[in-house]
C-alpha cells in the first residue's frame, strides 16, 4: 500500500493574519514520506539517531499522524504516536518534574500525553498547526495548561502560611523591594542564565512561580482586571505569592554567595 504524494497546507492563521507555514525541510520530508509504502513509512519514523539519513522530524509525524486518523488507518496511527512518544517523553517528564511535586508526577504526566495527543488527533481543528511548524516550542507552551491544576493544588495552604506571618504591610513592602532587586538583578540582563543549578536548590513549587514570574513575565498583581496575574492564576493572594518569593530570592541569594 502506497499513499498519495500531495502534502496538505496549514489552515491556521498565525496573530498578523497569515497562514503558518512549515519549513522547506519539513514539507520535504512529508513529501516523500506520503509516497513510501506504509511498512517502510513505520521503519523511517522509529529511526532514533537525528543525523541518520531517513531521520522523520517531529513535525513530520505529527502531519502523519493526523492524515492516517483520517484515514482510519489506526494501526498506523499507533505505531507513529508510539514512536513521539517515546521521543518526547523524557523532555515531557523534565518540565513536569520541575514544578510538580513528585506524588503528581505520574497523573500529571498522564494528562499531559492526553491532552497533546488530544489536539494532534482533532483532526476537526488546526489549532495544532503550529505543532507542525515548531513541535518542541508548540509542547512547551502547551504543557503549563496541563499543570496549573497541580500548581493549583500545591498552594492550597500557601494562603494560611502567608497570613501567619506577623510582619506589618510596611515592613513586608519593603522586603518585597529589596526581593524585587535581588533577584531582577541577579545576573542581567537575561534571567534565563539563572541556571539548572540555581533553580534546581529550589522545591517544586518554587521553581513553578519562578518559571511563570520570569519564563513566562507573568505579573504578581495587577489592578486591571483582565490582566492575568500570578495570584489569580494560582487562586491565592499577592501577599502570599510575594511571601513565596522572599523565601525564593533568600535562597538563591546564599546559592550565589555560594557559588561566587
Not at 514512536?83 to 513528585?102: G, P
Request: glycine letters at 4%; a negative charge; aromatic letters at 10%.
Amino acid at each position: 500500500m502506497t499513499i498519495g504524494s500531495n502534502v496538505e497546507p496549514l489552515t491556521r492563521r498565525r496573530s498578523d493574519g497569515n497562514v503558518y507555514e512549515r519549513g522547506s525541510t519539513i514539507e520535504g520530508q512529508i513529501a516523500e514520506a506520503i509516497t513510501l509504502d506504509v511498512h517502510d513509512l513505520v521503519d523511517r519514523a522509529r529511526i532514533r539517531d537525528f543525523n541518520a539519513t531517513g531521520y522523520l522530524q517531529e513535525e513530520v509525524l505529527i502531519y502523519l499522524i493526523r492524515k492516517f486518523h483520517r484515514s482510519r488507518n489506526d494501526s498506523v496511527v499507533d505505531s507513529l504516536t508510539e514512536v513521539l512518544i517515546k521521543r518526547s517523553a523524557k523532555h515531557i517528564n523534565k518540565y513536569i518534574e520541575a514544578t510538580i511535586d513528585r506524588a503528581y508526577v505520574d497523573d500529571a504526566y498522564r494528562d499531559a500525553i492526553a491532552v497533546v495527543f488530544g489536539q494532534i488527533l482533532d483532526t476537526d481543528s488546526d489549532r495544532c498547526d503550529f505543532a507542525q511548524v515548531r513541535f518542541w516550542f508548540w509542547l512547551d507552551r502547551l504543557l503549563p495548561k496541563v499543570l496549573v491544576p497541580y500548581w493549583k493544588r500545591q498552594t492550597r495552604d500557601w494562603e494560611t502560611d502567608s497570613l501567619d506571618d506577623q510582619r506589618d504591610e510596611a515592613k513586608q513592602a519593603e522586603l518585597w523591594r529589596k526581593v524585587e532587586a535581588r533577584i531582577d538583578h541577579s545576573d542581567p540582563p537575561d534571567l534565563r542564565a539563572i541556571n539548572n543549578e540555581a533553580l534546581g536548590i529550589l522545591e517544586p513549587a518554587e521553581r513553578m512561580l519562578f518559571m511563570l514570574r520570569y519564563y513566562e513575565e507573568m505579573e504578581i498583581y495587577n489592578k486591571d482586571p483582565s490582566v492575568m496575574t500570578i495570584s489569580k492564576y494560582l487562586g491565592i493572594s499577592d501577599r502570599a505569592v510575594r511571601y513565596r518569593f522572599e523565601k525564593i530570592a533568600e535562597k538563591l541569594r546564599k546559592w550565589s554567595e555560594g557559588a561566587s
